[in-house]
């Protein structure tokens, strides 16, 4: 989801349960979508990209879904862990400049 | 695993004094860039840069900021004359090409007063 101004949508889960973490892109001549994670006071840490031309991509725990007529842009994650609490941010782009999303808080409940 | 590194960590300075933020992509890396973070906001691009200029820039990235990479390594953001609204943290990334995975550095929290 988007946010508004300083609150961030936040997620959440309980540990072991799956979470799905959603987001509206805006640009329907962008090619290229990755999901970053964000810990506090820390850099976008790469978690999974996906093409236009797919439209899900599986990693380690993680499933990117592209939804190219509405565009949306998905993120799941299975067995979700106390390590997955952070911010998640989509960004898509078409060549250069990436154009984030303003961010998912997931809070894994122990 | 190969990293972005980017100095210093947390930067304070005056309102119109000049700054540098510094930053080391990958090493066989081509392409640079700068975004930046206001507190609780989202990431937003400044500038590329490939082959010793500029490739695109926002309208963020106004007369008050350059970029540079003085040597074969470091890649550098100047920002002349700083104001309160500069507060922010900036993440340099890096990009063997293009398109695709843009890996970032750990960010420089500036902080002008």
């Known amino acids: 989801g988007e946010s508004v101004g300083l609150h961030l949508p936040t997620l959440s889960v309980q540990e072991g349960d799956n979470s799905i973490i959603n987001c509206a892109y805006s640009n329907s001549a962008s090619d290229y979508f990755i999901w970053y994670k964000q810990e506090s006071g820390k850099g976008p840490q790469f978690i999974i990209d996906i093409r236009s031309n797919m439209d899900k991509r599986q990693g380690q725990r993680v499933t990117v879904l592209l939804n190219k007529t509405v565009k949306h842009l998905s993120l799941q994650i299975a067995a979700t862990q106390p390590g997955d609490s952070a911010v998640y941010f989509c960004?898509?782009?078409?060549?250069?400049?990436?154009?984030f999303g303003k961010g998912t808080r997931l809070s894994v409940i122990a | 695993e190969p990293e972005v590194t980017q100095t210093p960590s947390h930067q304070v300075t005056q309102m119109g004094q000049e700054v540098i933020l510094r930053c080391v992509p990958i090493?066989?890396?081509?392409?640079f860039y700068w975004y930046r973070q206001i507190l609780g906001q989202k990431v937003e691009f400044l500038v590329s840069f490939y082959n010793n200029e500029i490739s695109e820039k926002s309208e963020i990235f106004d007369d008050q900021f350059s970029v540079e990479r003085p040597d074969g390594s470091n890649f550098t953001l100047k920002i002349r004359s700083t104001k309160l609204e500069d507060s922010a943290m900036y993440f340099c990334a890096s990009s063997p090409g293009p398109g695709g995975q843009q890996y970032f550095g750990p960010g420089t929290r500036l902080t002008v007063t």
């Open positions: 090493s066989n890396h081509l392409y």
């Open positions: 960004a898509e782009g078409r060549g250069t400049p990436l154009v």
